[in-house]
Structure formats: structure tokens, C-alpha cells
């Protein structure tokens, strides 16, 4: 993955499996330094945008280990030098491998200091949120499922100081509970047409799942359901050439992850949860 202009650089050594993915983790100092700061979230410059308010709602609601503000992206500038602040924000990637360079908006978690752009400050955590320039109602509703996921990722990394980019993504594998207790929550117009259906589905995954709507996933996650798993899919919704689709399961109490992949988009495999997807979330059952 390489840098562009507000890019945070994250490494994917390979696309077909979630233990391959190094998900950023500050050191001990950073994590450390990050407890005494004032956190601020970074709205878009958009007085009109939905994000923003589902970003204010997520925090007002969620948001407890530092203190916190909001500031505009058009202020950022005037306060990434100062180390007694730390910063939640939209930036872009893209997969080194990948030609078309298909932008990703990614949530981070950064700190303030002297450096010199926001690629070279210290980045603590990481989670997809949407393509870039997806419509914000294909992605506002889920916000406070990626508030809480950074949140015990901080927390995780601060009670486990042994943990490093190599080995976070298997100690998330190890701590998650058993789907037996859990219902998975989906969007339909998520999942491949070939399981669409709550029969082909049901062949597929034998818990429970239940296909819903936008507004009860953002009341499972604002009520931290402690029996629900949201399906995040970030996949183009028409025709295009973007590339690239990633698909991550995260719990709505505390915001764990119970699956994480991506697929290359193609006519076999469209930008949906897979079949396949089903397989490998319950092959560890």
C-alpha cells in the first residue's frame, strides 16, 4: 500500500486471509502518551454531512478513555503539532498491487507532535470504513460499531503490551465467542445472490441471522446488543472498476472482530459476503 496525500500506510502482506492483515499497533510509549491526551474528532467540511453527525452521536455515546472535541478537517493543520493532542480521522490507502489504485477511506487514531505530515505520525489504529467517495448513507448508520472497535483496540494494546502488528489479528481470533450465541445481522443486498435467500443462507450458516434494516443495526449498536455480529461490506454498489471488496464482522457490544477478509471482484465473485465468506467464519467452530 503506498502513500498519497492524507494516506495512512498500512501493510497487507496477502488478500485471502484475516491473519494476514497487519493491523496498526502503537508502542507502549505511544499508547501511554495517547491516555493523557484530548482526542480530537475530525469532522468533514461539510455542515451538511450525515457522517458528521454519526460521528458526534457515536462519541457523545461511546467515546470514554480520553477526553474529547471536534474540530473541521480545514483545522487540522492548526493542531497536529500539539502533543497533548490526539486525533480521529478520515484517510485515504490504496493496495500496492492493485493498478486501478482503488482509494479506500479508512477511520484512523493518530497523536499529535512535530512531524511533518499525518503520514508520519504515530498511527494507533486502523479500521475501513467506506470507498472513497461512497455515498455517506451506506456507512453513517455503522459508525458506532467503528468508534467502539478503535476504542478496545486502544485498550487491548495498553493491557497487552506484547502484542505487535504480526500477532493482533490471531489474539482477536482467540478471543472471540462462539457463534452458537450470536445472531448475525445483514443487509441483504450485502450478501451474493446465490445465498440470498434465508434458505440458501441458512445452508450455509447454521446460527442464526436475521436480514435487516439500516435503522435496527444502528439501534443494536447504540444499545450494545451483546448477542449481535453487523456485517460491514465495503464493495461498489454499481458497476465500476474498482477492485477490490472487503468484508469484516464485528460484535455490537464491544466491538470485536470476528471475521475479516478481502476478494478480487469479479463476475464469479461479486462485491458481496461469499459463500465461501461463510465457510471460513464457521470453519472455526
Given at each position: 500500500?503506498?502513500?498519497?496525500?492524507?494516506?495512512?500506510?498500512?501493510?497487507?502482506?496477502?488478500?485471502?486471509?484475516?491473519?494476514?492483515?497487519?493491523?496498526?499497533?502503537?508502542?507502549?510509549?505511544?499508547?501511554?502518551?495517547?491516555m493523557?491526551?484530548?482526542?480530537?474528532?475530525?469532522?468533514?467540511n461539510?455542515?451538511?454531512?450525515?457522517?458528521?453527525?454519526?460521528?458526534?452521536?457515536?462519541?457523545?455515546?461511546?467515546?470514554?478513555?480520553?477526553?474529547?472535541?471536534?474540530?473541521?478537517?480545514?483545522?487540522?493543520?492548526?493542531?497536529?503539532?500539539?502533543?497533548?493532542?490526539?486525533?480521529?480521522?478520515?484517510n485515504?490507502?490504496?493496495?500496492e498491487?492493485?493498478k486501478?489504485?482503488?482509494?479506500?477511506d479508512?477511520?484512523?487514531?493518530?497523536?499529535?507532535?512535530?512531524?511533518?505530515?499525518?503520514?508520519?505520525?504515530?498511527?494507533?489504529?486502523?479500521?475501513?470504513?467506506?470507498?472513497?467517495?461512497?455515498?455517506?448513507?451506506?456507512?453513517?448508520?455503522?459508525?458506532?460499531?467503528?468508534?467502539?472497535?478503535?476504542?478496545?483496540?486502544?485498550?487491548?494494546?495498553?493491557?497487552?503490551?506484547?502484542?505487535?502488528e504480526?500477532?493482533?489479528?490471531?489474539?482477536?481470533?482467540?478471543?472471540?465467542?462462539?457463534?452458537?450465541?450470536?445472531?448475525?445481522?445483514?443487509?441483504?443486498?450485502?450478501?451474493a445472490?446465490d445465498?440470498?435467500?434465508?434458505?440458501?443462507?441458512?445452508?450455509?450458516?447454521?446460527?442464526?441471522?436475521?436480514y435487516t434494516t439500516?435503522?435496527?443495526i444502528?439501534?443494536?449498536?447504540?444499545?450494545?446488543?451483546?448477542?449481535g455480529?453487523?456485517?460491514?461490506?465495503?464493495?461498489?454498489?454499481?458497476?465500476?472498476?474498482?477492485?477490490?471488496?472487503?468484508?469484516?464482522?464485528?460484535d455490537?457490544?464491544?466491538?470485536?472482530?470476528?471475521?475479516?477478509?478481502m476478494?478480487?471482484i469479479?463476475?464469479?465473485?461479486?462485491?458481496?459476503?461469499l459463500?465461501?465468506?461463510?465457510?471460513?467464519?464457521?470453519?472455526?467452530?
Amino acid at each position: 500500500m503506498k502513500k498519497t496525500t492524507f494516506v495512512l500506510l498500512i501493510i497487507i502482506t496477502s488478500i485471502q486471509a484475516f491473519s494476514q492483515l497487519k493491523i496498526p499497533v502503537g508502542t507502549r510509549s505511544d499508547i501511554n502518551k495517547f491516555m493523557t491526551t484530548t482526542t480530537y474528532f475530525v469532522l468533514k467540511n461539510d455542515l451538511l454531512s450525515d457522517f458528521n453527525d454519526a460521528l458526534k452521536e457515536a462519541a457523545e455515546k461511546h467515546w470514554t478513555i480520553t477526553p474529547y472535541e471536534f474540530i473541521y478537517l480545514s483545522d487540522f493543520e492548526k493542531y497536529k503539532k500539539d502533543s497533548d493532542k490526539s486525533f480521529l480521522m478520515i484517510n485515504q490507502v490504496y493496495f500496492e498491487k492493485d493498478k486501478s489504485q482503488t482509494l479506500f477511506d479508512f477511520l484512523i487514531l493518530t497523536i499529535g507532535g512535530n512531524y511533518k505530515t499525518v503520514n508520519d505520525m504515530p498511527t494507533l489504529c486502523a479500521v475501513p470504513l467506506c470507498y472513497n467517495g461512497a455515498l455517506e448513507s451506506e456507512y453513517d448508520y455503522k459508525t458506532g460499531l467503528m468508534i467502539k472497535f478503535i476504542q478496545n483496540h486502544i485498550l487491548i494494546c495498553k493491557q497487552n503490551p506484547d502484542l505487535n502488528e504480526n500477532n493482533i489479528a490471531d489474539y482477536y481470533m482467540s478471543k472471540t465467542d462462539s457463534l452458537k450465541g450470536k445472531t448475525l445481522y445483514l443487509l441483504k443486498e450485502e450478501v451474493a445472490p446465490d445465498i440470498r435467500t434465508k434458505n440458501s443462507f441458512a445452508s450455509a450458516y447454521p446460527y442464526n441471522f436475521d436480514y435487516t434494516t439500516k435503522e435496527n443495526i444502528r439501534n443494536l449498536i447504540n444499545n450494545n446488543s451483546k448477542d449481535g455480529l453487523i456485517l460491514h461490506v465495503l464493495g461498489p454498489q454499481i458497476k465500476s472498476t474498482l477492485s477490490y471488496c472487503i468484508k469484516i464482522i464485528i460484535d455490537t457490544e464491544n466491538g470485536l472482530v470476528y471475521y475479516y477478509d478481502m476478494h478480487k471482484i469479479n463476475n464469479k465473485n461479486p462485491a458481496h459476503l461469499l459463500q465461501s465468506d461463510l465457510k471460513k467464519l464457521t470453519k472455526k467452530e
